[in-house]
């Protein structure tokens, strides 16, 4: 901790400030990438491991609650929860709070033995009552993203001993390991969560995991204080026992610029969401990971039940119409991979690759598939009319609460070169306010709206294509694309015996999705870190992609 | 108290009125000046709170599916059986007048309510914030007098053309975009020379450049209106006396037209310290400092309807209060108001 030096050197006084004097908004990261890239990185140190130390850490987005259903949060849960499994990068399932598990020969009960002797930070046991509680508090209303994973194959748990937890489900859920690894199901104190006040669970979640927290000076940061008792790491971390450093400093600093130049001039040890166009800099100075997060990418999700795209050879020509790829690495800079799967992104197990090229760039299929739809008259613009109405798509996305400034830089791309086959696209950007409210949920708002979610395993398919009727409906529906054909097909995937199983009929489920057009994949939604090179080990996990700091440790 | 109180209290206690007709006349109408003030300020509230809880309740979209799919991350419609508990915690479901009587009787005991999104009682969260964001307000405020004092006084009705630049300078800063300035004072200063904290936090050396960011452009404003003021005071026959009683020109300047022209900067302060509290969100963001005005954003975002009445309620109380001061700094620095 002490004595460290930052790895960014100003470069000279006379430089700086001519730069500074002709610097615009616009060539602000240029400046800071010439700046960078003359500087030498960390001096070379002897490399030996430092106990202790206080890693700061600068995150973009800083949520209402620490725990909760939003990614943001899980970002955040992740440093105090630990959940019953934690999934590897190659989607196998090894143990975190729990040692092993069974599943009987029907796949309805699961039998979970968990590590002995645990215990929260409050110093509740973490035996197999405390882990039921928790199964009870997410169906009771807990978590909504936690309902949406299993909510439909749930059917209740009990404590057999100490250390056994049973879990009966309705039907056989061959994601179901995948599902508990994620942030949502991270467990805690069923003490914590009965005798504190909403605003205490809020903010300082009670678990077992490698921190606690501390104190959150909103707007600013949250410290997360070293849990000297931890003893139940997952398997995949990288050592058991207490984490290396004292705490972490974890800052929320939203503007790119700062959130950069904190770690160029050695303010923070460690940043997420490295801004793209400092992302070659970055990797030139400093340790940068990515991570590609698993689940639905961020994909347009066509209106199919009104407006033109009820019509599937509009939704195929509209996929034809643009060249997707170079769409998206124009506005990422190439930092950001493209996905041309409209339903599952590529890190996912049980991705179906083929999908991805369903729909190149091809201009020419693109216009005989307006033909045939009767989009057959140009306006004086050169839109498509059909019975005097213009072929008008409004496309509704979430700017900067889903969709970053690239992402829009990326719709305003396809908006132009759809032109040419004759669309005419208008771009709404909602605000937080107006999208969470649901203004834009229903089937008259919009004909397409561009979001992911993430999830670990291909069974996203089922919450975002699960049939939507009135007696059931499925809000997370949004391309409201009901076909009980392709629902059939993602039911005997999540029942199914085997992974490999599984994963055939998810890649079947993709194509026949994807046949129909209704989803138009645009770019994988991802998380990233840039470390200073005297931290090492900063690790991030594979479910979402949050950082881990358990391992990490800083280095003379 | 009314103001018809206030009479009957003064010709209770001063039963020989007649002898002093004079004084009480004076405090009558100092009394009934001081009451119409209260008044016009409890008006001003009372209408800065009721706008924003019209405008936060009228708004497009379902406030408790706001809620839940915040606190879930999703964008969905919701189920009634889902949002029938939060819209009876919250009382969503209530005639909007009943949801309004409630708040302003909330509102006149004090009582702000409880963040929907932070789920704390809204005066902490402002407590917790309010700090930063009025040192911010008073330096930047300090910085602009400072700048266009020293700029105003050397330069106005001396040589031409520094006279002629500095007041294109002062224009040049009145237009400034705090956004922008603010990011290229970041770059220039804390990235590039160093010379301050890129991440600016609470301390000492992370408030300059905030403080900056704002009163650059306050201090043109400033400058524009006390310079037409300070060049034609000069010209005015006191100063021309204050000369010819053998005082030098910096003197003259300083003691005599200086003071009759920072007036209409008084009045401009006034209206500038409550567009500061507004703006210190910009300098907030990109310094990444905490503040109200970060709070406020969010809150916006989030429609937590709680958190925005109570900062905009705070917000209408500093612009009153402000006013106020300016009233008595007026009388504090021209003496022909205290006979009048």
Redesign the interface.
């Known amino acids: 901790m002490k004595n460290r030096q930052p790895a960014y050197q100003?470069?000279s006084?006379s430089k700086?400030?001519k730069?500074?004097?002709v610097?615009s908004?616009a060539a602000?990261s240029l400046?800071?990438a010439a700046?960078g890239g003359q500087t030498t990185s960390a001096e070379a140190g002897t490399g030996e491991k430092v106990d202790g130390g206080t890693i700061r850490y600068?995150h973009l987005q800083?949520p209402?609650?620490v725990y909760?259903?939003?990614?943001?949060?899980a970002f955040l849960s992740r440093q105090v929860l630990d959940s019953l499994v934690s999934q590897t990068e190659d989607g196998s399932i090894v143990a975190w709070l729990a040692e092993k598990w069974k599943v009987s020969e029907d796949q309805l009960t699961w039998t979970f033995t968990l590590k002995p002797g645990l215990e929260f930070t409050d110093g509740t046991p973490l035996d197999a009552q405390a882990v039921s509680d928790n199964f009870e508090f997410w169906q009771g209303?807990g978590?909504?993203?936690v309902q949406?994973h299993i909510g439909d194959y749930y059917s209740s748990s009990r404590a057999i001993d100490a250390t056994t937890l049973e879990v009966k489900l309705s039907e056989p859920f061959a994601p179901f390991l995948s599902a508990l690894s994620q942030g949502y199901f991270g467990i805690q104190s069923p003490t914590a969560l009965e005798s504190r006040?909403?605003?205490e669970n809020?903010?300082s979640p009670i678990g077992s995991g490698p921190f606690t927290v501390g104190e959150w000076?909103?707007?600013?940061s949250i410290t997360f204080n070293r849990n000297d008792a931890y003893n139940s790491a997952p398997q995949n971390a990288k050592h058991q026992g207490p984490a290396y450093v004292d705490s972490v400093v974890w800052?929320?600093?939203?503007?790119n610029?700062?959130r950069f130049?904190?770690l160029?001039?050695g303010?923070?040890d460690a940043i997420g969401e490295v801004p793209t166009v400092d992302f070659d800099t970055a990797k030139a100075q400093f340790d940068v990971q990515q991570f590609l997060t698993p689940g639905r990418p961020v994909t347009l999700s066509l209106n199919t039940v009104e407006g033109p795209f009820t019509d599937v050879k509009v939704r195929q020509a509209f996929a034809y119409s643009a060249d997707r790829k170079a769409v998206v690495d124009s506005a990422f800079l190439g930092v950001v991979p493209f996905e041309g799967n409209g339903t599952v992104s590529s890190s996912t197990p049980g991705y179906n690759p083929d999908v991805a090229a369903d729909y190149p760039f091809d201009v020419e299929k693109a216009n005989v598939l307006l033909d045939e739809a009767g989009w057959t008259e140009r306006s004086a613009e050169g839109t498509r009319t059909k019975d005097g109405k213009e072929l008008e798509i409004k496309i509704v996305f979430?700017l900067n609460?889903?969709v970053t400034a690239e992402g829009a830089t990326a719709l305003q791309n396809l908006q132009e070169q759809v032109k040419a086959t004759g669309f005419k696209v208008t771009l709404v950007p909602a605000?937080?306010?107006?999208?969470?409210?649901?203004?834009?949920?229903?089937p008259d708002s919009y004909d397409a709206q561009l979001?992911y979610w993430t999830s670990p395993h291909a069974g996203i398919l089922y919450i975002n294509f699960r049939q939507n009727t009135e007696k059931k409906?499925n809000?997370?529906n949004?391309t409201f694309y009901n076909n009980a054909k392709i629902e059939d097909v993602i039911l005997k995937a999540n029942s199914a015996k085997t992974t490999a199983e599984a994963n055939k009929l998810y890649g079947e489920a993709q194509q026949l999705l994807s046949d129909e057009a209704v989803a138009v994949g645009l770019y994988t939604q991802t998380s990233s870190v840039a470390s200073n090179p005297k931290v090492k080990d900063i690790w991030l996990e594979a479910s979402q992609g949050e950082p881990v700091f358990h391992d990490a440790y800083f280095t003379e | 108290m009314s103001i018809l109180e206030t009479r009957e209290t003064t010709l209770e206690t001063d039963p020989d009125q007649a002898s002093r007709p004079r004084r009480d006349r004076h405090i009558f109408t100092g009394l009934r000046s001081l009451g119409t003030r209260l008044l016009s300020a409890v008006g001003v509230i009372w209408a800065a709170a009721t706008f924003t809880f019209l405008i936060q309740s009228l708004?497009?979209?379902?406030?408790a599916?706001?809620l839940?799919?915040?606190?879930?991350?999703?964008?969905?419609?919701?189920?009634a059986a889902?949002l029938a508990?939060i819209n009876e915690k919250y009382g969503f479901t209530d005639p909007l007048i009943v949801q309004y009587f409630r708040f302003l009787g909330d509102l006149a005991t004090g009582n702000l309510g409880t963040s929907y999104?932070?789920?704390?009682p809204v005066i902490e969260?402002i407590g917790?914030?309010i700090a930063p964001t009025i040192v911010l307000t008073f330096t930047s405020l300090l910085i602009a007098w400072a700048i266009c004092i020293v700029v105003i006084v050397g330069t106005a009705k001396r040589n031409r053309f520094f006279s002629s630049v500095a007041s294109g300078l002062e224009a040049l800063a009145a237009g400034l975009p705090q956004y922008?300035l603010g990011?290229?004072l970041?770059?220039?200063f804390?990235?590039?020379?160093?010379l301050f904290?890129?991440?600016g936090?609470?301390g000492i050396g992370g408030l300059l450049l905030p403080a900056l960011t704002l009163g650059i452009p306050l201090a043109g404003f400033l400058g524009q209106v006390i310079r037409t003021e300070f060049e034609s005071g000069m010209d005015q026959p006191f100063a021309l006396t204050a000369r010819m009683r053998g005082m030098g020109d910096t003197g003259v300047r300083l003691r005599h037209v200086l003071r009759h022209s920072v007036l209409p900067g008084i009045t401009l302060s006034g209206w500038a310290l409550g567009s500061l509290f507004s703006a210190a969100v910009i300098a907030?963001?990109?310094?990444?400092?905490?503040?109200l005005g970060?709070?406020l954003v969010?809150a916006?975002?989030?429609?937590d309807l709680p958190v925005v009445c109570g900062i905009v309620i705070l917000v209408a109380v500093i612009y009153v209060v402000a006013n106020l001061l300016v009233d008595v700094a007026y009388t504090l620095i021209d003496p022909r108001l205290k006979t009048s």
Not at chain 1, 217 to 220: E, T, V, W
Not at chain 1, 251 to 255: A, G, P
Not at chain 2, 190 to 194: D, K, P, R, T, V
Request: aromatic share 4%; charged share 15%.
């Open positions: 100003p470069t006084r700086a400030v730069a500074g004097a610097a908004a602000l400046l800071l700046c600068a800083e209402a609650c909760g259903g939003w990614i943001q949060q209303g978590n909504g993203t949406a006040s909403e605003a809020c903010e000076k909103r707007g600013q800052s929320f600093i939203q503007d610029t700062s130049g904190s160029a001039s303010e923070s979430g609460s889903i605000t937080q306010a107006e999208l969470f409210s649901g203004q834009f949920s229903t979001g409906p809000p997370a949004t | 708004l497009p979209g379902d406030r599916t706001l839940l799919n915040q606190l879930n991350g999703q964008i969905q419609e919701r189920t889902e508990p999104q932070l789920h704390k969260v917790d914030q922008w990011v290229i970041l770059v220039v804390a990235l590039n020379l160093g904290p890129v991440v936090g609470t907030e963001s990109i310094f990444t400092r905490p503040g970060k709070v969010t916006v975002n989030s429609r």
